[in-house]
């Protein structure tokens, strides 16, 4: 019954038409690039280099999009004055453009704009960041004391010590339509891509890389590794610092007053509800309120991780919820457990390997990354066909990863 659940999802993206004749053909093939992972950075990068004339082989261990790694819960927020540093900002911009041109490419809706809320006090790192950011960058914001929150946002209920900065170009991508439309475009553009089929090793060689699978061997003169939180599987002598951590998804139908919750009147919103303590909400799009907290999880690993939420993690988010949104505290919808693999300290890690050139790393995104995954896409893909990238990426390269920096 599984397998039939799956060769149906299988047929949903259309990577099995011709599998064992492509097989057979790939399996005497050198490609150009071999993606690992095929979920928001692995997708991306295989349309970007497609697109650019490479010959791509994608490979993921299960069939994307799919609900066991990173990617998935229908909502991912994107905004623009980057509390975590404006050195991400350039690139944020960048990612906007390339998303509005995958949806034109694609055809459907991945983007719906909100308006952003960092909601936090005047000194925390939320509010000081994001406004550091849009003043170095010149984006236009607002800073809104707690009555003027909620006057103009009536679900939110800051306390009065509070402020935010309200950004407007802030919103929603749907991540699993993102990866869809990335795969789609990336097969239209030549790539092959392979799903049910985890690399189980790869080999550096003369040639570039030769990657192992538990259905065949290929040859690539390049690597990427966008394997998520399994990231770590993947480079078993590196010994890298990159910890996988739980996240739980939450949606609750609204109490009272849900109008309050539309999308018209209700933008995402970030808090940070104590010193570095953050939670984050969506808009009701339909399937009931959407909160979770950023890191605070368990550490875990991906292939044991728990997906059963408990109800001491319901009542957790309940208690912030009833203070910050009260209206929303109506029964739970749903849940669902993701996972952060993060660095220590919190930025982004691509590079390539120190040993092996020919072999990029990309994915540890430390539970902020998917907005980027575009944008990631394209620079993965300028790095291995021109060496450079136009963005400034001195944070997310080979750094002393101690976390003490
Ligand atoms: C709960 C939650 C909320 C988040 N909220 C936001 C947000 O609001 N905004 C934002 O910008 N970011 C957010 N993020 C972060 C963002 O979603 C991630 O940074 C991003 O999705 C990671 O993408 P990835 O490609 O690295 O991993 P994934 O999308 O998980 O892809 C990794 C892929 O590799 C495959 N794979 C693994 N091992 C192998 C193997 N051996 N062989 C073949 N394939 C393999 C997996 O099957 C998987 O498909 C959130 C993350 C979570 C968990």
Redesign the pocket.
């Known amino acids: 019954m599984r397998r039939l659940d799956r060769r149906k999802q299988f047929d949903r993206t259309g990577a099995n038409a011709g599998r064992e004749r492509s097989l057979k053909h790939q399996m005497s093939s050198n490609f150009d690039v071999i993606v690992?992972?095929?979920?928001?950075?692995?997708s991306a990068a295989s349309y970007h280099l497609a697109k650019s004339g490479k010959q791509v082989l994608g490979?993921?261990?299960?069939t994307?999009p799919?609900a066991?790694?990173?990617?998935h819960?229908q909502?991912?927020?994107?905004r623009e004055a980057y509390f975590e540093h404006p050195l991400y900002v350039p690139m944020v911009q960048r990612a906007y453009e390339l998303w509005a041109d995958l949806e034109r490419q694609a055809d459907r809706r991945l983007f719906q704009q909100t308006g952003g809320l960092m909601i936090g006090r005047p000194d925390g790192v939320l509010v000081s960041g994001a406004k550091r950011s849009a003043e170095e960058h010149g984006l236009s914001y607002e800073v809104l004391g707690a009555v003027a929150v909620r006057r103009r946002f009536p679900a939110l209920n800051p306390t009065h010590d509070i402020i935010a900065v309200w950004e407007p170009r802030a919103g929603i991508?749907f991540?699993e339509s993102c990866?869809e439309a990335h795969l789609a475009l990336a097969r239209q553009q030549g790539a092959s891509l392979r799903f049910e089929?985890?690399?189980?090793r790869w080999e550096p060689n003369s040639k570039g890389a030769r990657v192992i699978?538990g259905q065949g061997e290929y040859q690539a003169e390049r690597l990427i590794l966008?394997?998520?939180?399994?990231i770590n599987?993947?480079l078993p002598d590196l010994k890298l610092p990159f910890t996988v951590e739980r996240?739980v998804?939450f949606w609750f139908e609204p109490k009272s007053n849900p109008a309050q919750f539309h999308p018209n009147r209700c933008p995402i919103h970030i808090w940070e509800h104590e010193p570095t303590k953050f939670f984050?909400g969506f808009p009701d799009l339909g399937n009931g309120v959407k909160v979770?907290r950023h890191h605070e999880g368990d550490t875990t690993n991906p292939d044991s991780i728990n997906r059963e939420v408990t109800a001491q993690e319901i009542e957790a988010m309940r208690r912030l919820v009833r203070k910050f949104l009260p209206d929303a505290d109506g029964p739970l919808r749903s849940s669902t457990v993701?996972?952060?693999?993060n660095t220590p300290d919190e930025h982004f890690f691509f590079d390539a390997h120190p040993n092996f050139p020919q072999v990029l790393i990309?994915?540890p995104?430390s539970?902020?990354?998917?907005?980027?995954?575009s944008v990631i896409g394209e620079i993965l893909a300028e790095l291995l066909t021109e060496g450079k990238s136009r963005f400034d990426l001195s944070l997310f390269r080979r750094r002393d990863l101690s976390g003490d920096a």
């Open positions: 690992v992972g095929l979920g928001a950075m692995g490979l993921d261990r299960f994307s799919h066991f790694g990173s990617s819960g909502t991912r927020i994107i991508l991540p990866v089929e985890p690399v189980l699978t966008t394997a998520g939180s399994w599987s993947l996240q998804q984050y979770a993701c996972m952060y693999t990309a994915s995104c539970g902020h990354g998917f907005k980027f995954s």
